[in-house]
T-cell receptor, first 113, second 115 residues
């Protein structure tokens, strides 16, 4: 079945460092791909998305490119801030019409001043 | 602003109790979901509903049931709470269809502790 694999965390960075969180997926058909972020004590909110191969999603300085050839959707940010400390989830929505999302296990990011 | 509201942020219940978690959305979405979040396991789908009175099992439905009597409300029921159901529960809603329309909107979560 469909699945999503994220890099193990936690990830600890200094402020202004470059961030990469790896995400790879297994799916039939042409899934849509998402990154969600969960700040401490809150629910999930959509960070960015891509719906077809080679699409680049971007928001708040974060970017991810839908790479069908490597089945990947890695999250990047050029310069992280303390306020980016959160848990990041990669997810896919399959080609069925149900709207179900399949999530990776989540990666905790801690940014130190 | 779109909104998904869960009735409680924190709950403490005793083993064997029947527990109700309520979720309401104001976006007129057809799809609603209940996920469970545990460290290292990500979010796992318990149940989802694509219409009033319609429901389907997700990946981990055992020990849970759901109710959707109105479009805006989706309830998760723990028939007889057990300690292994201690977790964070997240409700979400979305429109049906593929592509960007399947963006899900989440509630703030309910942290349930069963003692």
């Amino acid at each position: 079945g469909d699945s999503v694999t994220q890099m193990e965390g936690p990830v600890t960075l200094s402020e202004e460092a470059f961030l990469t969180i790896n995400c790879t997926y297994t799916a039939t058909g042409y899934p849509s791909l998402f990154w969600y972020v969960q700040y401490p004590g809150e629910g999930l909110q959509l960070l960015l998305k891509a719906t077809k191969a080679d699409d680049k999603g971007s928001n708040k300085g974060f970017e991810a490119t839908y790479r069908k050839e490597t089945t990947s959707f890695h999250l990047e940010k050029g310069s992280v801030q303390v306020s980016d400390s959160a848990v990041y989830f990669c997810a896919l929505s399959g080609s069925s019409n149900t709207g179900k999302l399949i999530f990776g296990q989540g990666t905790t990011l801690q940014v130190k001043p | 602003d779109v909104k998904v509201t869960q009735s409680s942020r924190y709950l403490v219940k005793r083993t064997g109790e029947k527990v109700f978690l309520e979720c309401v959305q104001d976006m007129d979405h057809e799809n609603m979901f209940w996920y469970r979040q545990d460290p290292g396991l990500g979010l796992r789908l318990i149940y989802f509903s694509y219409d009033v009175k319609m429901k389907e099992k997700g990946d981990i439905p055992e020990g849970y049931s759901v109710s959707r009597e109105k479009k805006e409300r989706f309830s998760l029921i723990l028939e007889s709470a057990s300690t292994n159901q201690t977790s964070m529960y997240l409700c979400a809603s979305s429109e049906p269809g593929t592509g960007s329309r399947t963006e899900a909107f989440f509630g703030q979560g309910t942290r349930l502790t069963v003692v």
